[in-house]
């Protein structure tokens, strides 16, 4: 099974060509969440725009930046789970229970054969906090249920 990886370069600030405060915020985030210094970046001018990677505990958060107009979007997403499992069914209510109140801004979705934490808006009127929170948030939520999912649903 595949994770959806883009072609990655080691984080580095030297890319500013665009000037956005935007890809300045958002990599200081990730540097300060960045445990054990794996973030990566790509950016090319095609639809993807920016990903970036980090390694957060126990699982890889990714985050996307599509471009810098109001209509462009930013995506965070970690995966917890890879599919199918046992019990699909069960998992299924529980996400669904747990995308109720505890996870905030973020929510389940599959995407890919993969249980993932997302979170994704457009760009206008983003604010540094809210960059911040949407990343920890996204970063955290996998974080904390990754081995819990894996341990009650694992591989069928």
């Known amino acids: 099974m595949t994770n959806y990886q883009p072609d990655l370069d080691p984080l580095t600030t030297e890319d500013k060509s665009v000037g956005m405060d935007l890809i300045q915020v958002i990599e200081t985030v990730i540097e300060s969440l960045d445990q054990s210094n794996s973030a990566m970046v790509s950016h090319n001018d095609n639809e993807s725009g920016y990903v970036w990677k980090f390694k957060y505990g126990s699982v890889e958060t990714f985050v996307q930046l599509t471009g ?25 209510r529980k996400l669904l229970e747990m995308n109720w109140l505890n996870t905030f801004e973020s929510h389940f ?16 009127e983003l604010s540094p906090g809210e960059v911040s929170r949407l990343i920890t948030i996204v970063a955290t939520i996998a974080d904390d249920n990754d081995d819990a999912l894996q341990a009650e649903f694992g591989a069928a």
Do not use: G, K, Y
């Open 109 to 124: 979705a599959i995407f890919n054969n993969q249980v993932a934490v997302v979170s994704s808006r457009t760009i206008a």
């Open 68 to 92: 810098t107009t109001d209509e462009d979007t930013f995506t965070v997403w970690a995966t917890v789970l890879n599919l199918p499992v046992q019990n699909e069914a069960q998992l299924n």
